[in-house]
């Protein structure tokens, strides 16, 4: 099984993230997914554009949007354009949507609102045109199949992703429970809708922290597990695997999570102070993270292997990307 890896970026300095992507393009990472929200970072699609033009073999697009701020049929436009600048290479990440919408005061709509979302944007794309709120709308100057990815944390969502993405990205931990029933309710939506599992393109969302030792490593890495902690559990933790010990704690953060913070280093972000006083760092870490030396972080990845977990979305929210990016080419990727 081959492992591969994808890089969720954040667009806050343009210079660094085009070194990013570019180092990503040479050393082989196989995708980058370009966070979108407006209110923290630069605008998604034009980021995704520049990156398109700076890079020849990864595969580029939102990760993710919403069909909240923008309107489907600008969505299915701009993905389908992004498809040209970059020769066939775009996917489109759509979800519910987080910091963009919270930070215009406005509440994500429910997961099983998207479905209907996801199915107007491809009949767009594919067929031109779809029937929306009454009335149709239209997209005339081109058309084609563009895959369209769906970021899940509960079993609702691998039922939806199953019958519906062409990607899937599994942002609820690593546990070996937590896989299991990812794997089977995908399944099982997967087939209600005529085809199996392997027809999906599954990711696995995985902060990485490589470091002296895994302390270290988990110390430096504070900011994005909170990040991902937030983006699976905030809806509810029903289904999720969440242990009683821990789960009024969990409450605790993500009720008290600044979503004006979202997706920022450890030293600029209280929501890791929050999470330190709640005393679920180390949980987050075990459930959620790949994190150690780059020998301890291989085995993990290797251990991971048997159960049909071998691609991985890691997020990169650090504040110097480049130097992020070279040390997964130079310390982990040569041992997996």
């Known amino acids: 099984m081959t492992v591969k890896f994808a890089l969720g970026v954040t667009p806050a300095s343009l210079e660094d993230f085009l070194r990013c992507v570019r180092l990503a393009d040479e050393c082989g990472i196989a995708a980058i997914g370009v966070a979108d929200s ?29 069909p909240v701020t923008r309107h489907l049929a600008v969505t299915a436009s701009a993905a389908m354009t992004l498809d040209d600048i970059s020769e066939g290479r775009a996917f489109l990440g759509i979800g519910p949507g987080d910091s963009a919408i919270y930070n215009l005061g406005l509440k994500p709509p429910s997961l099983g609102s998207l479905e209907r979302p996801i199915k107007h944007i491809r009949e767009l794309l594919e067929q ?15 058309s084609r199949h563009i895959p369209i990815g769906i970021p899940v944390s509960g079993p609702k969502g691998f039922h939806m992703a199953g019958r519906l993405a062409d990607i899937v990205w599994v942002a609820l931990g690593l ?52 990040t991902v902690a937030f983006v ?24 008290g999570y600044t979503s004006v913070s979202h997706a920022s280093p450890a030293d600029e972000n209280p929501n890791v102070k929050l999470m330190e006083r ?12 790949i994190a150690g030396t780059p020998q301890e972080c291989a ?5 991971l292997e048997p159960r049909g977990v071998s691609q991985f979305m890691v997020p990169v929210v650090v504040a110097d990307k480049t130097s992020y990016v070279k040390q997964l080419r130079d310390e982990l990727m040569p041992l997996v």
């Open 38 to 66: 407006q209110s923290l970072f630069h605008e998604t699609w034009s980021s995704c554009a520049l990156a398109a033009m700076n890079t020849k073999n990864i595969l580029i697009g939102p990760w993710v949007t919403n």
């Open 232 to 255: 699976s559990l905030r809806f509810t933790l029903v289904g999720k695997f969440v242990p009683d010990n821990v789960a009024e704690s969990v409450r605790q953060f993500i009720s």
């Open 299 to 303: 085995q993990q990845i290797k251990d």
């Open 175 to 226: 546990v070996p429970e937590i896989i299991q029933a990812a794997q089977e309710t995908m399944r099982a939506g997967a087939e209600e809708a005529g085809r199996s599992l392997d027809d999906i393109d599954v990711w696995w969302y995985a902060p990485v922290g490589i470091g002296e030792s895994r302390r270290k490593a988990i110390d430096a890495m504070k900011g994005i597990l909170s």
């Open 128 to 142: 031109g045109s779809t029937d929306l709120e009454g009335s149709t709308a239209k997209l005339t100057w081109g």
């Open 278 to 289: 709640l005393g679920l760092t180390d949980y987050f870490a075990d459930r959620f993270a």
